[in-house]
């Protein structure tokens, strides 16, 4: 019996998530890019700077990103490493409840204003409900994170975008879940042939069936699923305690655990 924690969503091996920092009035446009090819993106949100010249309004970031992900950027956006930690707790909290008001459910995931942690940092969002913060470490790799609190994405989408999605899109990966995970400002397409680039970018993911197209907190969730599943010893029980359903490989092939099933293998 091989049992094998690696597949997402209908049994699919890939996934691509996006992520957008500071909201500015650029993800207006990134956003019907992304619809109109069926990605999915979280969009890191300054709650201070909303309603100012250049940024998105309050009363449009609801249904602006619905079908997204609004995520905490913190209020003022400052280097946390160089805050004292109840200021960091307020940059936090504060932003997270803003947002939530505007969202209109739990807001659990953030991005380091600059891409600057520690040790500190991460201890505190650990105790405030942050689910994962993204850095601005591109690794250039498609792994998922061995600790999502200090989260690397793929790229920047300035680094050879299309060139690393053809690349991911090719790579067999049955033995491993994939993950193509592309970060930026929507403010630094600044000319026609960016958008272009995030065209046929879209262009080119949304024509595979075989990529789950997740927000970054979708991704989490589901993650934090399949590492909660129970197996007995010897591998033929296994049991779905979280909410969600789980999609796992036995013998290479593919076996729906849904929430609080338990699944029996005889061989």
């Known amino acids: 019996m091989k049992i094998r924690l690696n597949r997402y969503p209908d049994g699919k091996d890939k996934a691509a998530t996006l992520s957008y920092d500071d909201g500015r009035v650029h993800d207006r446009a990134l956003v019907e890019i992304l619809n109109r090819h069926g990605l999915k993106s979280t969009f890191h949100l300054n709650s201070s700077t909303l309603d100012r010249d250049g940024f998105i309004r309050r009363d449009e970031v609801a249904a602006l990103f619905q079908g997204h992900e609004i995520a905490i950027h ?156 129970q197996l007995t010893v010897n591998g033929k029980v296994v049991y779905n305690p979280s909410a969600i359903p789980v999609w796992i490989s036995v013998n290479q092939e593919t076996v729906k655990i849904n929430s609080g099933e338990t699944v029996r293998f005889s061989n």
């Not at 053809?166 to 049955?174: C, H, Y």
């Not at 970018?201 to 991704?219: C, H, M, P, Q, Y």
């Open 74 to 229: 913190t209020v003022t956006h400052p280097h946390l490493t160089e805050i004292p930690r109840e200021r960091l707790i307020m940059e936090i909290m504060e932003d997270r409840s803003a947002l939530e008001e505007l969202a209109g459910y739990p807001v659990r995931g953030m991005s380091y204003p600059f891409g600057t942690t520690d040790s500190r940092v991460v201890e505190v969002l650990s105790s405030l409900g942050i689910a994962y913060a993204r850095t601005t470490e591109s690794h250039l790799s498609f792994q998922l994170p061995n600790q999502f609190l200090q989260w690397g994405a793929t790229c920047h989408h300035n680094n050879n975008l299309l060139q690393r999605t053809e690349e991911f899109l090719n790579r067999s990966v049955w033995h491993t879940m994939g993950l193509l995970y592309v970060w930026g400002h929507s403010y630094e397409f600044d000319n026609d042939s960016n958008w272009e680039l995030m065209e046929s970018f879209g262009k080119l993911l949304s024509a595979r069936e075989d990529v789950w197209f997740a927000t970054n907190i979708e991704i989490y969730d589901y993650m934090n699923a399949v590492r909660s599943l």
